[in-house]
């Protein structure tokens, strides 16, 4: 992740997701649907949304709907908070499980461009809405003593697994959603700085090929099939095949990103800033039929009729200085 915006990622999230008031008072009052249906827990309702809770669980849990604006449910465990109070931690966020909230494009856009620690897209709507699930980045399990500690680990443990495991799934399902994520690797964010910030001028090549440049030409469709349903993950040195691979070169971001199809058969994508390290990541994708190879030769070949359209030039021979992808010293 870009270390310089980690701390400031972590300190939105938690200003957005922070469970309310859980520290200084007793637990909110949500509402509960009539739609709760036996064996299957019970559905709580905030701002038109529902969330499913198992009824083994329920009175473990503290249920807050009336977290900041942009969050509509915030779930922390019970005793944690109970126990903070005793101690006289009223603002510490203890026993906080995860929290539910959602964006506009605009809002989703200007998160992807940063690190988004303690954040997960996890959906879409029909009205243009994305839905985030807020987590912690560290451990809020609090009880009075050591031996309550390990009394009540395997409680911990369980509300955890299910608000990490069932809750995603859950929620889309019961409001009817439509299932999405985002990477927010190093990747994802040259990505969606990309397409999301201020326009600017790239140039994409094939195989260490002069490269074409594009001031006009939107990367948007292209860049979002790499950016929607990926996950971006480093990886150990992989050989790629010979002469097969696409270069982007973006400018503003200091970086080129070269797209290849290793020997054996998997995405990767190499990192390369001028003088330092390049990085290897492996790129896999909610759809299994997706090859980044692909996506890189449709734009590049898009591209090239874009320039034979409009008769601008097509080449920068400055952009390939930095020469052909060298082999990773991660």
């Known amino acids: 992740m870009k270390s310089g915006k980690i701390m400031a990622a972590l300190l939105a999230a938690a200003v957005l997701a922070a469970p309310g008031n ?139 697994a299910w608000g990490w495991d069932y809750v995603h799934g859950d929620f889309i399902k019961d409001n009817g959603l439509t299932p999405v994520t985002a990477d927010n690797s190093n990747i994802g964010i040259y990505l969606a700085n990309f397409i999301y910030g201020q326009p600017e001028a790239y140039t994409l090549g094939k195989n260490g090929e002069a490269p074409s440049t594009a001031d006009g030409f939107s990367p948007l469709p292209y860049v979002e099939k790499l950016l929607y349903g990926a996950s971006y993950r480093s990886a150990k040195d992989i050989q790629m095949r010979k002469f097969k691979y696409y270069t982007l070169v973006l400018p503003r971001e200091g970086v080129r990103l070269d797209f290849f199809t290793g020997k054996d058969g998997e995405n990767y994508v190499q990192e390369v800033h001028e003088g330092w390290t390049n990085y290897l990541y492996h790129a896999t994708y909610q759809d299994k039929s997706l090859k980044a190879y692909n996506v890189m030769a449709k734009w590049l070949e898009d591209l090239k009729a874009y320039h034979e359209k409009t008769g601008t030039a097509a080449t920068l021979e400055a952009a390939s200085a930095w020469g052909e992808p060298k082999k990773n010293k991660k």
């Open 22 to 160: 859980f520290a200084l008072a007793e637990e909110a009052t949500p509402a509960v649907s009539a739609e709760t249906e036996a064996g299957q827990g019970r559905l709580y309702e905030s701002q038109g949304l529902k969330l499913r809770i198992p009824e083994e669980y329920d009175e473990l849990l503290l249920k807050d709907t009336t977290a900041p604006e942009g969050s509509f449910f915030a779930v922390s465990e019970k005793a944690s908070v109970e126990a903070a109070q005793k101690a006289g931690e009223t603002e510490s966020g203890a026993g906080w499980i995860f929290s539910l909230g959602r964006l506009t494009a605009e809002q989703l856009h200007e998160k992807l461009r940063h690190d988004m620690s303690g954040a997960e897209l996890i959906a879409k709507d029909s009205e243009g809405g994305y839905y985030i699930y807020y987590h912690p980045t560290d451990v809020r399990y609090v009880r009075e003593s050591q031996e309550d500690m390990v009394r009540d680990q395997r409680q911990w443990t369980k509300l955890n």
